[in-house]
């Protein structure tokens, strides 16, 4: 049985009439740049995110680039992010001339580890990144908590978390600035790049359109260097498409995780790992051979991806070769880390070390969990993995 690790063609062509006509519409208005099928759009998204202000933009890593811009980040400044996640947490960072201070992660929820965040404030420490990572929030409360401590500013990176909670708050509303991506493979994909950055602070969202826009009010007139961090209107046509399906969506991962996390904790050598708080760093058992993925009890899980750990040297790579050679779809987030990538050479390596972050890189593996997957194709990827551990 083949079972891909997502399947966007299944999603898309089920909302084919209602995509053809967002095209059609958007098409005999000839309004392809910003535009009402933006604004109305980031209404929507707005509203979800329980935020005032949202800002569509060309993608997710445009958002964390533009969010940077806007809190004047640059030269000279320290910005807290973690190491295990996509490269576009740090490489914004980067590219606006400031450092990226790589942070150890929690082993259960692969979030960042906030007490050697709070080890790594400077003088110079201006911001904070916490990502929300495989669709479960970040600690929050200890993110502000030590922001408010040494007056940092915090962008949550949501790329992967788009109607996740922490503590009953949408992520995303929680610090400065949050931001979303709607690249394809998102629980709310796009057909293409594009992303949205959110917040609550009228100044800071008015600097942001102004910078998505080269810089530029009115037209022709820049204040500022900006760039061109623009959402497409076609891509924000077919995304209201989608977006009264994202709930239905989120809760057939949801559901789907339960089922793998049921049926594979009850093979000899799998334990689920402890998430009740994220401060022991402990598995809940030391000698399993496998790691389930804990949604912490304060934290809506929207499970952009299942994450799974292997222990045992070469044992992660083994699986997932066995798993593709049963035609099953798996992937390693992230097989290198950010401090470990040669971009980043020049900022020599974290003292103290990223231990968490080493392990995670060498075990994690992610199994398919997209909306579609059938209980049979869920039944196969169970048993191939029951049949090599």
């Not at 740049?33 to 800002?55: K, P, S, T, Y």
């Not at 003292?351 to 972050?357: R, T």
Request: glycine share 8%; hydrophobic share 40%; proline share 6%.
């Amino acid at each position: 049985m083949r079972v891909p690790l997502l399947d966007l063609c299944q999603q898309n062509q089920t909302l084919r009439p209602g995509l053809i006509g967002a095209f059609e519409r958007l098409l005999s208005t000839g309004q392809f740049i910003l535009g009402e099928e933006v604004a109305q759009f980031e209404q929507q998204i707005a509203a979800m995110a329980g935020v005032r202000h949202a800002i569509g933009v060309s993608s997710g890593t445009d958002a964390i680039l533009l969010a940077l811009m806007a809190l004047g980040i640059g030269p000279g400044d320290e910005v807290l992010c973690p190491s295990f996640t996509f490269f576009a947490t740090a490489g914004c960072v980067a590219r606006v001339g400031a450092r990226p201070v790589f942070v150890d992660s929690c082993p259960a929820c692969f979030n960042l580890d906030m007490t050697d965040a709070a080890r790594r404030v400077t003088a110079k420490t201006k911001a904070i990144i916490p990502v929300h990572l495989f669709g479960q929030a970040a600690a929050m409360g200890e993110v502000m908590e030590l922001a408010r401590k040494h007056q940092l500013a915090v962008i949550e990176d949501g790329a992967q978390a788009l109607g996740a909670e922490y503590g009953g708050q949408p992520v995303g509303s929680i610090g400065h600035f949050g931001t979303f991506s709607f690249f394809p493979s998102k629980n709310l994909g796009a057909f293409g790049d594009a992303g949205m950055l959110v917040t609550n602070d009228d100044a800071l969202a008015e600097r942001a359109r102004i910078l998505r826009v080269h810089g530029s009010q009115p037209k022709y007139y820049h204040q500022l260097v900006g760039g061109n961090f623009r959402l497409d209107a076609l891509q924000a046509a077919l995304l209201s498409v989608k977006l009264p399906h994202l709930a239905s969506y989120s809760e057939k991962r949801q559901a789907n995780a339960a089922y793998y996390t049921d049926r594979l904790g009850k093979i000899p050598g799998v334990a689920e790992a402890c998430a009740p708080e994220c401060v022991s760093h402990q598995p809940s058992s030391s000698q399993a051979k496998m790691l389930l993925p804990a949604p912490h009890a304060r934290r809506t899980h929207i499970w952009n991806q299942y994450t799974i750990r292997v222990s045992g040297p070469g044992r992660r790579d083994a699986l997932r070769n066995h798993l593709v050679k049963n035609e099953i779809g798996a992937e390693i987030y992230y097989p290198l880390p950010l401090h470990r990538q040669e971009c980043f050479a020049y900022l020599g390596q974290p003292e103290p070390g990223l231990p968490q972050v080493e392990r995670l890189s060498a075990e994690c593996l992610s199994l398919p969990i997209y909306p579609e997957l059938t209980r049979a194709q869920q039944d196969w990827v169970i048993e191939a993995i029951r049949s090599f551990v």
